[in-house]
């Protein structure tokens, strides 16, 4: 891990790649979620990528990378809720290699189904995602398989295009609103920040429920916890990884901690006001966004929509619930 964000010239050269598999995704103010919000609310549409979620991008840019540092390399292996595995199958096969996937038991089905039609190799193992990881990490050493970890610079250069459209595309914004799982998209939004020049807060966001981040910003040092026990997957994180931490506590102007129901409502606020379907992590930053309504009145905001790969039962009961 380099001690550093990636630069200008880092996140254009990526981007390059990037656009070679899929084109920009588009940023748009929307109306009904300005006024719900009080404040001019810009919603940049990661959920509209080829896997419906940020991720592939970091995906293409390492494997791409892969391919010309380790041409040896048969297969690789990595550990996910759904979108960074995603990424790594599609980027995988992409750049011809064969993917191997650990999710933990009771993932969801549907991102499950999509990994494997990305031409994955599916194992199910452990109860959470970090039982999961530590079981391809075995698995790496066994099979000898390239391990793809969900925090690494290649994917944190990736994930920043998205970042640079936004600022590129939307100048003089106030707050970005992030999610935080285990800290790519967070890191590639503050280095897309620093490298335009922007003056943007950049504002991570946490499920109360997994607060690690939350934890480790308040310490000012990683903190674990026992459980992560969110509905919102990409969220669900209980070892933070120190690296991430660094950038983090650094770069970020705070974290918010949102609750599950705060989470369900901008779920359904996505649907009514803009008519786009946001997975838990992706609702979460408009979570915070309307948590702090008063304090951003008048500000010109932006909120990270992540994907919007969540399975249909866990969304009608979540935006049906009150």
Known sequence: MTDTLPTLSDLESAAETVRAAMPPTLQ?????????????VWVK??????????????????????????????????????NHGQSVATGARTHGFKAVIVVPHGNSAEKNAAMQAQGADLIEHGHDFQAAHDYAIELADERGLHMVRSFHPLLVRGVGTYALELFQGVPGLDAVYVPIGLGSGICGVMAARDA???????????????????????????VSTNAADTFADGVACRVPVPGAVDFINKGAARIVRVSEAEIAAAMRH????????AEGAGAVPLAALLQEKHAMA??????????GNIDRDLYLEKIGST
């Open 28 to 40: 748009h103010c929307w109306p009904l979620l300005s006024e719900r919000a009080g404040t001019e």
């Open 45 to 82: 549409h990661e959920n509209h990528t080829p896997t419906g979620a940020f991720k592939i991008r970091g995906g293409h840019v390492y494997m791409a990378d892969l391919r010309k540092s380790a041409p040896d390399v048969k297969g690789v292996i990595a550990a996910t809720r759904g």
């Open 196 to 222: 335009t020049g922007s003056k943007a807060d950049v504002i991570g966001v946490v499920s109360e429920n997994a607060p690690a981040y939350a934890l480790s910003f308040d310490k000012g040092a990683p």
């Open 270 to 277: 996505f649907y009514t006001d803009t008519h786009n379907l």
């Open 298 to 307: 008048g500000k010109r905001c932006a909120v990270i929509l992540t994907g």
